[in-house]
């Protein structure tokens, strides 16, 4: 499985130059060098991590996010999000290095690319905690599922949703683009949609799962929301 990974991972990223590099118009774009590194590097290190910690939930993650039981809502979000996700990508690449519409100073860059990096320490201890943490939304009966109410959970009910706004932030400040951090708002709110939808069907499916939100509060941010 982890060779599995890292030729997926290896793909993932080739695919990702092609795009942001080609909608550049130019290889002399450091941002984007130090994004596909810092995603690439770090995103092999936590898979590999929960390859040998969780087996079960890493197979489940490296399903990607669509499969074919998935539920017909969560398909069509993710299809959304996936378009937006490439289109806030090209739009960065327009921005900061085809006709260079905005400037973001070095330091932003820097603070973005620590956001990305706590983006996926949240993800990190989202998969510690959850066995159950897959792409897609699904009970889990053949695994056991479960309600899981400690780390991350016991502060907010999405940690892995809440550890994505931190990423989706710091990728366009990373990059080096206002326009790509404009197109962020789009993203937060499907992220949004799907939180609720999420928790509809396991209030519905998952036992326990009432009880555990009305213990706790908060979806995404701690005294917000």
Same mark, same amino acid.
């Given at each position: 499985?982890?060779?599995?990974?890292?030729?997926?991972?290896?793909?993932?990223?080739?695919?990702?130059? @092609?795009?942001?590099?080609?909608? #550049? /118009?130019?290889?002399?774009?450091?941002?984007? %060098?130090?994004?596909?590194?810092?995603?690439?590097?770090?995103?092999?290190?936590?898979?590999?991590?929960?390859?040998?910690?969780?087996?079960?939930?890493? #197979?489940?993650?490296?399903?990607?996010?669509?499969?074919?039981?998935?539920?017909? %809502?969560?398909?069509?979000?993710?299809?959304?999000?996936?378009?937006?996700?490439?289109?806030?990508? &090209?739009?960065?690449?327009?921005?900061?290095?085809?006709?260079?519409?905005?400037? &973001?100073?070095?330091?932003?860059? &820097?603070?973005? #690319?620590?956001?990305?990096?706590? !983006?996926?320490?949240?993800?990190?201890?989202?998969?510690?905690?959850?066995?159950?943490? #897959?792409?897609?939304?699904?009970?889990?009966?053949?695994? !056991?599922?479960?309600?899981?109410?400690?780390? *991350?959970?016991?502060?907010?009910?999405?940690?892995?949703?809440? /550890?994505?706004?931190?990423?989706?932030?710091?990728? *366009?400040?990373?990059?080096?683009?206002? %326009?790509?951090?404009?197109?962020?708002?789009?993203?937060?709110?499907?992220? &949004?949609?799907?939180? @609720?939808?999420?928790?509809?069907?396991?209030?519905?499916?998952?036992? !326990?799962?009432?009880?555990?939100?009305?213990?706790?509060?908060?979806?995404?941010?701690?005294?917000? %929301?």
């Amino acid at each position: 499985m982890v060779a599995q990974l890292i030729i997926k991972t290896a793909v993932w990223l080739a695919g990702l130059a @092609v795009l942001l590099f080609v909608s #550049a /118009g130019t290889l002399h774009w450091p941002g984007a %060098w130090v994004y596909l590194a810092e995603i690439g590097v770090i995103g092999t290190a936590v898979g590999i991590w929960l390859a040998y910690y969780d087996p079960g939930l890493f #197979a489940e993650r490296l399903g990607g996010i669509f499969t074919s039981a998935q539920r017909t %809502w969560d398909r069509a979000l993710m299809m959304v999000f996936a378009a937006l996700w490439i289109a806030s990508l &090209v739009l960065s690449a327009f921005d900061t290095a085809r006709f260079q519409w905005s400037h &973001v100073p070095p330091w932003l860059q &820097v603070v973005g #690319a620590l956001l990305i990096a706590l !983006g996926y320490y949240v993800f990190y201890l989202t998969f510690r905690e959850n066995s159950y943490a #897959a792409p897609v939304v699904a009970i889990q009966s053949e695994r !056991g599922h479960r309600v899981v109410s400690s780390g *991350p959970y016991a502060i907010v009910r999405h940690p892995m949703y809440a /550890g994505a706004l931190p990423f989706f932030v710091g990728t *366009p400040l990373l990059l080096g683009s206002w %326009w790509g951090l404009a197109a962020t708002p789009l993203l937060i709110a499907l992220l &949004v949609i799907r939180a @609720v939808k999420e928790e509809r069907t396991l209030a519905d499916e998952l036992p !326990g799962y009432r009880d555990y939100a009305t213990r706790v509060r908060y979806r995404l941010v701690p005294h917000i %929301w």
